[in-house]
């Protein structure tokens, strides 16, 4: 299963510009990837609430 398959479209480019913009200040090889979205990528687990205000606390890492 996706992360777009489980959360807004919003959700997924806002999610995914903070995680390019905190890639690009790392080195070559090195990249970053928050923990609440490894852990649903590895465990494929149910996203938490996914309303606008829930995603703003997300992306608040």
Avoid: C, H
């Avoid at 959700?11 to 070559?28: C, F, G, M, P, S």
């Avoid at 687990?45 to 606008?52: H, I, K, N, Q, R």
């Amino acid at each position: 299963m996706l992360l777009y398959q489980l959360v807004p479209q919003y959700a997924v480019e806002t999610i995914a510009q903070r995680i390019q913009q905190r890639n690009a200040a790392l080195k070559d090889g090195e990249y970053y990837i928050p923990g609440w979205l490894f852990t649903m990528i590895i465990e494929k687990l149910e996203p938490p609430d996914v309303s606008e205000n829930a995603i703003e606390v997300w992306l608040d890492w």
